[in-house]
């Protein structure tokens, strides 16, 4: 009786999985004109040859009939064969199926067991030829739907394999055996094919949800990342975001706007006396002074640190600019409740007029913070509206530019690496290269003063063929296992042929191009994609590793992250200035730190000062990290150094364990 209960089971429609049911029935309706084409030609082949031995309502009146429900089932096909199956309409759709494969296999098979005993031996033969393969070719057109296959398959050969074993003849009994035979195959072929099918399904349902979960997260992510965890405000991502936007619609329909960015005055003494804990909450404190100040036509973020930007949307003269920048610092000015102490900060806002001012998004911004420079030089707590007194620090940039343009970079170039950890064994993993320029004239210039404007001169190449050339020299008296991290421009990747330039300084210098890490922020992915795509691809190829920099602050989204090649992604900074602190920000690393689990990259998180911050970002599972907490950038003649403390440090930590 078990085996009756199994076969009634394997016989009885699935109503558990309605997706699986839809997928079959998808599948199947695809074969329906090939199914009725088999069994409209291979009847009207025998019932033509039986014509003269077979009475008339037997070779053309009930094929006749027969041919028609076969039409008419395929009139119905063609009428719905784009209708949509809601789970209920599936299992009735399935019912139906399964009866009428078992009413068609009845009918045809009753048929030619009718028609077998006229005509001669050649003409049996032919109707035995005819359920063979006339059942082969339905149950593979029915293979999608295994109840009616089996079904099918069941009433055929055991109707027709005991008719003709009760013929008494062997070469019909012959025949029965081979038919039982080929139906236990083709019972086992629809069995496994079932469950290939049907596991096809379930993987691509759960492909589905993982890329749905995936894509909710990466929304969730973009969300965040464009708000500022500690204030509130939109952050820098935002803020340029809609800097843009302003712009292109300003060229469109005519008027203006203006530009400001807000810097306190103060802030790094309270951050000095009082700790940093006690400066996020007066950065919390400036955001919503700030939102309480909000009003139509004004857009408030945080930049970083203790910078601050706002947009007015709509053109303001002069005097209004100055009163508004007033109520502003006026606002910024008030005591901020520290502890138990009082703080006195101001603020000095810097004003920049587009088109006016600048003609670019750009350069407005870059006229905005000349204005606050000149006011954090002489006006501290008041705004400042850029005019050509400004031009001094555009200046600065034109004298920095001429510099650079007849360094002698060999010389003035020098490097200084900075350390990447293993977390839980607090050894050192790589060193990641940072450029300096010292220049006779200018002095020691900051590297994003002279970067920034490397980049857009394209000077930059060839400060990064010398950096990389001089990085590469130091690697080789590294220890096997450290690896170089070495930052990459846009430009230095705009093209194939500078992708290539860099692929040769690397093997030109003896060190395996798998110590060899290019970092790249998300910024210069933005300016062309498919070529950045198409150059770390190459990078890739050629051995070295790509990791994804500054994570979080540019201006791509995570369905960048899986079309480019990278091995690791450095999650940014200013998401671990307040994790120890912020529920947010720890959300946000947590989640990066699970998708680069999920895709196999490494995680670096780098910008850690304290040691709480690194007890945070340990317990959210990272292992890669970078900061001030363990090491300050060094001179390469200090790394040999650093290498030789920290082996012995290892050396001793495992004599110890």
Not at 229 to 238: A, E, H, I, K, V
Not at 298 to 307: M, N, S
Not at 516 to 545: W, Y
């Amino acid at each position: 009786m078990v085996w009756l209960a199994r076969l009634k089971e394997t016989l009885s429609v699935e109503q558990r999985d309605p997706e699986l049911m839809r997928a079959q029935l998808q599948a199947f309706s695809r074969q329906i004109p090939l199914l009725y084409f088999i069994l409209l030609v291979n009847t009207a082949a025998v019932a033509a040859t039986h014509l003269d031995s077979a009475p008339a309502w037997l070779s053309l009146y009930l094929p006749a009939l027969l041919g028609m429900l076969c039409l008419l089932r395929c009139v119905r096909w063609w009428r719905v064969r784009h209708r949509s199956l809601t789970a209920e309409k599936a299992v009735r759709e399935m019912r139906h199926l399964t009866w009428l494969a078992a009413l068609f296999g009845i009918a045809f098979s009753a048929w030619s067991l009718l028609l077998f005993p006229y005509g001669s031996a050649y003409q049996q033969s032919q109707v035995a030829f005819y359920m063979a393969t006339t059942l082969v070719g339905s149950v593979f057109c029915l293979i999608h739907l295994r109840v009616p296959a089996l079904l099918l398959l069941c009433i055929v050969i055991l109707s027709f394999s005991v008719f003709l074993v009760f013929t008494r003849y062997p070469v019909f009994i012959a025949m029965a055996v081979d038919m039982t035979l080929v139906g236990v195959a083709l019972a086992v072929v629809i069995q496994l094919y079932w469950r290939t099918f049907a596991d096809a399904i379930h993987a691509q349902r759960e492909l589905q949800a993982s890329q749905h979960n995936t894509q909710r997260l990466s929304d969730d992510n973009y969300r965040l990342a464009s708000i500022d965890s500690l204030t509130g405000l939109p952050n820098r991502r935002s803020f340029f975001a809609s800097l843009r936007a302003m712009a292109e619609q300003t060229r469109a329909t005519g008027g203006g706007f203006n530009v400001g960015l807000i810097d306190l005055d103060g802030f790094k003494q309270v951050n000095d006396i009082y700790g940093h804990a006690s400066g996020d909450l007066v950065l919390q404190e400036v955001g919503t002074r700030l939102l309480s100040l909000g009003e139509g036509g004004l857009l408030f973020a945080r930049l970083g640190g203790d910078e601050f930007g706002v947009l007015v949307c709509h053109k303001m003269s002069n005097d209004a600019l100055v009163e508004l920048g007033q109520r502003i610092c006026d606002a910024l000015s008030q005591p901020y409740q520290v502890a138990d102490n009082v703080a006195e900060l101001s603020g000095t806002i810097g004003w920049a007029a587009f088109p006016e001012a600048a003609s670019t998004v750009t350069q407005v911004f870059e006229r905005a913070d000349a204005a606050l420079y000149v006011g954090k030089e002489n006006r501290r707590g008041k705004p400042v509206i850029f005019s050509t007194e400004h031009e001094t620090r555009m200046r600065r940039l034109s004298l920095v530019t001429q510099e650079l343009r007849h360094a002698d970079l060999e010389t003035e170039l020098f490097l200084e690496f900075q350390p990447i950890y293993d977390l839980p064994t607090h050894r050192p993993i790589g060193l990641e290269a940072l450029g300096r320029w010292h220049n006779a004239r200018l002095g020691m210039v900051r590297p994003e003063e002279f970067i920034r404007i490397a980049e857009r001169t394209e000077l930059i190449l060839g400060i990064t063929d010398v950096l990389l050339r001089q990085a590469l020299a130091e690697v080789a008296y590294w220890p096997a296992d450290l690896y170089l991290s070495f930052n990459l421009s846009a430009v230095d990747i705009s093209t194939s042929a500078r992708a290539r330039r860099l692929i040769d300084i690397v093997a030109a210098s003896g060190v395996s191009p798998h110590r060899v890490t290019f970092e790249i922020t998300e910024t210069a992915l933005t300016r062309d994609f498919e070529q950045a795509a198409s150059a770390l691809t190459m990078l890739k190829q050629a051995g070295c590793r790509v990791s994804l920099d500054d994570f979080g602050t540019g201006y791509s989204s995570l369905s960048y992250v899986h079309r480019l090649p990278f091995d690791a992604i450095k999650i940014d900074r200013s998401f671990v200035t307040d994790v120890d602190s912020n529920s947010a920000s720890k959300k946000i690393i947590k989640s990066v730190i699970d998708l680069c689990r999920n895709l196999g990259l490494e995680c670096v998180i780098e910008g850690l000062e304290t040691p709480l911050q690194a007890e945070v970002v340990k317990a959210l599972g990272a292992h890669a990290v970078q900061g001030y907490l363990f090491s300050l950038p060094m001179r390469a003649s200090a790394v040999g150094t650093f290498l030789w403390a920290a082996l012995a440090h290892r050396r001793e930590t495992e004599t110890q364990t």
